[in-house]
């Protein structure tokens, strides 16, 4: 207790962060009863509300943020991106309740970032492939435009049938910002007039080659998004569908060979009786 009348200025300085057992004084100037023991209290670190040792971060880009419990957690750039960016209009920090886990930041969205959104806790960006063709071999019939009878607004389609399975294909390189690993798609279509049964499945799978790769390689396993139509030329949104594994092991740049396919002999999640008209799809790829 050598220390006991010396200045805080004359204490030695801990060169380490404190354990959460350790003390700490704290003048209590609520305490107006002048008891002989003076209003000088103590508390523990553990008392706090930051942790006493933050997490050890790993990549030169990761960051270290309270998670308003009392604990540190890791979050790489892109993910901060995603909590600080627009998510909906109104006031400059707005919470979010789904899996997306993100605020809006309404200085930054009004500077113009680019939008990021979280699946699985990783942050992903998205592009679109519109450009399909028929593959050479069961291909969906070639390219085709669709005239609105009203506003005539045109758009390309491919046209695969409701009996058999066929397929198209895209070649679109992975951008400079992808990290690796899964991607999800979400597909976007119409169909012509039936009169009952409006079930769709849609399916891609993908293989990619860096630099001297072989291009006969085989394709990842086909992942399927379920729809369902109703109107003869409205346009249809299919849900995102699950992780889709791109065939050898793509890394930014590779280029990507990308197979549609339409999931004809699903008799219970494709029942369209016509033919459904692909307009493009979406893709989401991780880029923390």
């Not at 553990?46 to 790993?58: D, E, F, S």
């Not at 519109?130 to 005539?152: F, H, V």
């Not at 009996?163 to 992808?178: G, K």
């Not at 729809?227 to 995102?240: A, C, M, R, W």
């Amino acid at each position: 207790m050598a220390d006991e009348k010396k200045k805080v200025s004359g204490l030695t300085e801990l060169e380490e962060a404190p354990a959460v057992d350790d003390w700490l004084p704290v003048v209590d100037i609520s305490d107006t009863t002048q008891a002989p023991s003076g209003s000088t209290k103590k508390m523990t670190v553990a008392r706090l509300a930051i942790p006493a040792t933050p997490p050890t971060t790993t990549a030169a880009n990761d960051m270290q943020v309270g998670n308003g419990s009392g604990a540190w957690i890791k979050k790489t750039l892109a993910e901060m991106l995603v909590i600080l960016l627009n998510k909906a209009a109104g006031s400059d920090l707005i919470a979010g309740t789904d899996d997306a886990k993100w605020a809006t930041a309404k200085a930054l969205k009004d500077g113009g970032f680019i939008k990021t959104t979280l699946i699985g806790a990783v942050a992903h960006k998205q592009f679109w492939i519109g450009n399909a063709k028929p593959t050479l071999t069961a291909g969906c019939a070639a390219s085709a435009q669709i005239e609105m009878g009203t506003n005539k607004n045109v758009y390309d389609y491919l046209a695969f049938d409701a009996s058999t399975i066929e397929y198209a294909y895209a070649n679109v390189a992975m951008p400079q910002d992808y990290t690796g690993g899964t991607v999800y798609a979400q597909f976007y279509w119409l169909h012509p007039a039936t009169t009952t049964n409006f079930k769709v499945s849609w399916g891609l799978q993908a293989v990619s080659f860096s630099n001297d790769d072989t291009l006969d390689a085989a394709q990842g396993t086909a992942i399927y998004s379920n729809d369902e139509g109703g109107t003869t030329s409205d346009l249809y949104i299919s849900p995102q569908t699950t992780a889709i594994t791109i065939a050898g092991t793509p890394v930014a740049g590779d280029y990507v060979n990308w197979r549609i396919s339409r999931k004809a002999d699903d008799g219970t999640n494709d029942t369209l009786a016509v033919d459904a008209y692909l307009l493009g799809y979406l893709v989401w790829y991780p880029v923390a």
